[in-house]
């Protein structure tokens, strides 16, 4: 391979782990070296950490997926994991679940679940942990809990929105950007604010 096609190439990985949407439509001509590319870097992953990953996952190399026997991540079938995004099992995505760059997914004791064709965008933070507020100790030393987190079906989290430990999202609902979610969400809600409230509903649209 010739040095201006390499660069290109380099700086077309690039494009795609920041922007992992374009993975799935690459043309032909891309379509084998990038299989190959992601093939090398997905079984470096396995190799080095305990996940399991779907058939047709896109995963930026410069994204930090950690998990250890009993704190495994599971990525389901056609996932995109974008570039420095943050991942921290228990963790399990279902089927074509997109989870953008800067995103920060840390499951606790109990983790994270999120259904199929959910969409967290970038610099969302999901915590499913909590510290203690005893004001007899200091923060390093409060005990931490965990509840966990579930996100529903065809989710949509916004941009630097917050979702805090113990809180479920239905299916089908939105949370907009910048939002802070410390309470369930009902089915196909629109939430907003800090802290979030339903602010609509997606049946409604249109």
């Not at 998990?67 to 943050?86: L, Q």
């Not at 228990?90 to 760059?101: C, E, F, H, K, Y």
């Not at 994270?112 to 064709?117: A, K, L, P």
Request: hydrophobic share 40%; proline share 4%.
């Amino acid at each position: 391979m010739d040095q201006q096609l390499e660069r290109y190439r380099d700086q077309h990985k690039l494009r795609l782990s920041w922007m992992p949407w374009l993975y799935f439509v690459l043309k032909d001509r891309h379509r084998a070296w990038a299989e190959a590319w992601q093939a090398e870097v997905q079984a470096r992953l396995r190799e080095l950490e305990t996940v399991e990953l779907g058939e047709g996952c896109f995963i930026a190399p410069e994204a930090r997926i950690f998990g250890e026997p009993g704190r495994g991540v599971v990525i389901g079938p056609g996932c995109a994991v974008a570039a420095e995004a943050f991942l921290h099992g228990p963790i399990t995505l279902g089927r074509d679940v997109s989870v953008n760059a800067r995103a920060t997914l840390d499951g606790g004791a109990r983790g994270i679940t999120v259904g199929d064709g959910t969409r967290i965008a970038s610099g969302a933070a999901i915590y499913a942990f909590d510290h203690g507020l005893d004001p007899a100790r200091e923060v390093r030393d409060q005990p931490v809990t965990s509840r966990g987190i579930i996100l529903g079906r065809d989710v949509w989290i916004g941009a630097n929105a917050g979702v805090t430990d113990g809180v479920t999202i239905g299916d089908h609902a939105v949370v907009g950007m910048g939002a802070v979610v410390t309470r369930d969400v009902p089915d196909w809600s629109i939430v907003g604010g800090v802290p979030a409230r339903v602010i609509g509903d997606r049946r409604k649209l249109g």
